[in-house]
């Protein structure tokens, strides 16, 4: 068959014996497949995360099932859409191990339509000739064309597969219609920490993963589920580098002794430091150095040091802090700690919260990044912020009761003979627009609340504001 495609059954036997502990020694020395691929759950019991996909009698449950799937009715194709690592080969796998079942796998980057065809005529064959039910997975599907997508289209209308087709990208925009109709949409949702820890927990212990060779210190195995970012197969990697070089280490201090055959090998954060090149961040989301990092942000913007806050932001970021989080004390800074002395700096901050939510990571740093250096190197006022503190203060001590008649609302019937409105003077048919006349409640005549001062933008108000007030105040 095309090198394109691949048999589950073949490639699971060949895992199964290299697992681990496993054989003569000269088997247990020889190449062995990634941690990743061993450690594929074999059932939907073991995947990890996806739990609102997965519950009794869910579609993929139910499809799982072998021939009990078209007994119930179940979807004979499926979308699974959702970000890398997130578990959408794993699924195809589990649900392949089915009985009676052959599982192809073909890639979206490399096949084409006369791949797609080779595969239908050979399920087709398989389905009458042997009651044998092909699983197609396709990885990348929208990569393919319409002419490819189309391609699938008989086999998938008159069973002759059982397609599982994977994307990154919405099946909305990048599958045709008429597959995406005859298909269940499945959407997975990123691992969490919790996920990624636990599954490094298993394959540490598991004997087809580590076998207890090793040890994770607490503080490596948080480094390693942070720079997963919610991938399983990063995370998975990365344990795996990071025991390959604990081994190694302890194999040059002591070796003679045969270090790690019976010995668990201790894997130290430095261990994972040097295995992925990238150093630990001391941050906790939920902890204080989320917040002394944030503190020192809010600082350095206000500051008006751009450099120092570019690297907070920076250090947020590699520590994956949510970037909505970010943006929101953008937003913040932009009106306390810049005001009125630039006022397009609360514009440019929440254009950036927008665009960060359309456009997602890691191209939403840059965005961040831009609004970092607008906040930073813009003239500050905290004018308004100081302005609206002080009206608070006086309104919960209870300054400030009552509306002048002159400016309640005299539209419904009787306001007039109450005196509402009576004496209010139109501020357009004023020279300049304004009126002179009182607006503040009688006990708060001539109380200044706003101060600007003469920095930036905000020194054209003050000029302004003095003028304004000597008018309405009829000074």
């Known amino acids: 068959m095309n090198d394109l495609f691949s048999m589950y059954a073949d490639e699971h036997?060949?895992?199964?014996?290299?697992?681990?502990?496993?054989?003569?020694?000269?088997?247990?020395?020889?190449?062995?497949?990634?941690?990743?691929?061993?450690?594929?759950?074999?059932?939907?019991?073991?995947?990890?995360?996806?739990?609102?996909?997965?519950g009794s009698g869910s579609p993929l449950r139910t499809l799982a099932g072998g021939e009990a799937a078209a007994r119930a009715g179940a979807p004979?194709?499926?979308?699974?859409?959702?970000?890398?690592?997130?578990?959408?080969?794993?699924l195809a796998h589990v649900i392949a191990r089915g009985p009676g079942r052959k599982f192809v796998e073909l890639s979206a980057i490399t096949a084409g339509v006369k791949d797609v065809r080779r595969v239908m005529d050979e399920a087709l064959a398989n389905r009458d000739l042997?009651?044998?039910?092909?699983?197609?997975?396709?990885?990348e599907i929208h990569r393919f064309n319409k002419a490819q997508q189309d391609a699938l289209l008989p086999g998938v209308e008159n069973g002759w597969v059982v397609l599982i087709a994977a994307t990154t990208e919405n099946p909305s925009f990048s599958v045709v219609s008429p597959l995406l109709s005859r298909s269940l949409l499945q959407t997975l949702r990123p691992l969490t920490e919790e996920d990624i820890s636990g599954l490094l927990r298993r394959a540490v212990s598991?004997?087809?993963?580590?076998?207890?060779?090793?040890?994770?210190?607490?503080?490596?195995?948080q480094h390693l589920v942070r720079l997963a970012a919610g991938d399983a197969r990063r995370g998975l990697t990365a344990l795996e580098a990071a025991a390959v070089v604990a081994r190694s280490e302890a194999a040059a201090s002591t070796p003679e002794e045969g270090v790690g055959e019976e010995t668990p090998?201790?894997?130290?954060?430095?261990?994972?430091?040097?295995?992925?090149?990238?150093?630990?961040l001391r941050y906790d989301r939920a902890g204080d150095q989320h917040y002394d990092v944030a503190s020192a942000f809010i600082k350095s913007l206000r500051g008006s040091d751009v450099d120092a806050a570019?690297?907070?932001?920076?250090?947020?970021?590699?520590?994956?802090?949510?970037?909505?989080?970010v943006a929101r004390r953008l937003m913040i800074s932009a009106a306390e700690d810049v005001g009125m002395a630039d006022p397009t700096a609360l514009q440019t901050a929440v254009a950036a919260a927008q665009a960060v939510q359309l456009v997602g990571m890691p191209e939403g740093r840059i965005i961040l990044a831009e609004a970092v250096v607008h906040i930073a190197t813009a003239p500050k006022s905290n004018a308004a912020y100081?302005?609206?503190?002080?009206?608070?203060?006086?309104?919960?001590?209870?300054?400030?009761?009552?509306?002048?008649?002159h400016l309640r609302d005299a539209h419904y019937p009787g306001a007039r003979q109450l005196g509402h409105g009576k004496g209010y003077v139109y501020?357009?048919?004023?020279?300049?627009?304004?009126?002179?006349?009182?607006?503040?409640p009688d006990d708060l005549v001539g109380t200044d609340y706003y101060l600007p001062t003469d920095r930036g933008a905000e020194r054209a108000v003050a000029a302004r504001l003095e003028k304004l007030r000597s008018i309405i105040r009829d000074r």
């Open 13 to 54: 036997d060949a895992d199964e014996h290299n697992g681990p502990g496993t054989g003569t020694g000269s088997e247990r020395n020889r190449p062995r497949s990634p941690l990743a691929v061993r450690m594929r759950p074999r059932t939907l019991d073991e995947v990890v995360g996806q739990q609102h996909l997965l």
């Open 76 to 90: 004979t194709s499926v979308i699974l859409w959702g970000p890398p690592g997130t578990g959408k080969t794993t």
């Open 130 to 139: 042997h009651r044998i039910t092909t699983v197609l997975f396709l990885d």
């Open 206 to 221: 598991d004997p087809r993963g580590l076998a207890g060779e090793i040890e994770v210190d607490d503080e490596a195995l």
């Open 265 to 280: 090998v201790r894997v130290a954060l430095a261990h994972a430091e040097k295995a992925v090149d990238v150093a630990a």
């Open 310 to 325: 570019l690297h907070y932001l920076a250090r947020m970021l590699e520590s994956g802090e949510d970037p909505r989080f």
């Open 386 to 405: 100081n302005g609206i503190n002080r009206a608070i203060a006086d309104v919960r001590a209870g300054r400030g009761q009552g509306i002048p008649a």
């Open 427 to 440: 501020s357009h048919d004023e020279p300049h627009g304004i009126a002179s006349q009182q607006y503040a």
